[in-house]
């Protein structure tokens, strides 16, 4: 089992860059594979990136692509999310979560097994 918190959100302006943090509790952080998705206000939970046990694969929705980058630390048990150029529409509360399989990037959300409380990121125009 593993604890997920985020941290790192904010209030930002468009075009600036914040970058999410994802602490994990357990000894057995490196054999998750790690997800970030996203959910706006009356919307769905959306996947953002993914990122293998390892950190040698990495998916992104393509709404992000190019703009974001999810990375890893195993050795810290941790997991970020760097977000360069950021729009309005990205405005979102942002979860991170972990797939005990191990090699899953995909997006949907059913196969991630642990979920943080989420970080709130307001991008203003």
């Known amino acids: 089992q593993v604890q997920l918190v985020e941290s790192g959100g904010g209030l930002v302006q468009a075009g600036d860059s914040l970058r999410l943090s994802c602490a994990a509790s357990?000894?057995?952080?490196?054999?998750?594979?790690m997800g970030w998705f996203r959910q706006a206000p009356g919307k769905e939970r959306n996947f953002v990136a993914a990122?293998?046990?390892?950190?040698?694969?990495?998916n992104y929705a393509d709404s992000v692509k190019g703009r974001f980058t999810i990375s890893r630390d195993n050795a810290k048990n941790m997991v970020y999310l760097q977000m360069n150029t950021l729009k309005p529409e990205d405005t979102a509360v942002y979860y991170c979560?972990?797939?005990?399989?191990?090699?899953?990037?995909?997006?949907?959300?059913?196969?991630?097994?642990?979920w943080g409380q989420g970080t709130q990121v307001t991008v203003s125009s």
């Open positions: 979560a972990a797939d005990s399989s191990g090699y899953n990037v995909g997006s949907d959300p059913r196969n991630y097994e642990y």
């Open positions: 357990g000894r057995t952080f490196s054999s998750y594979a």
């Open positions: 990122v293998t046990r390892s950190g040698g694969f990495t």
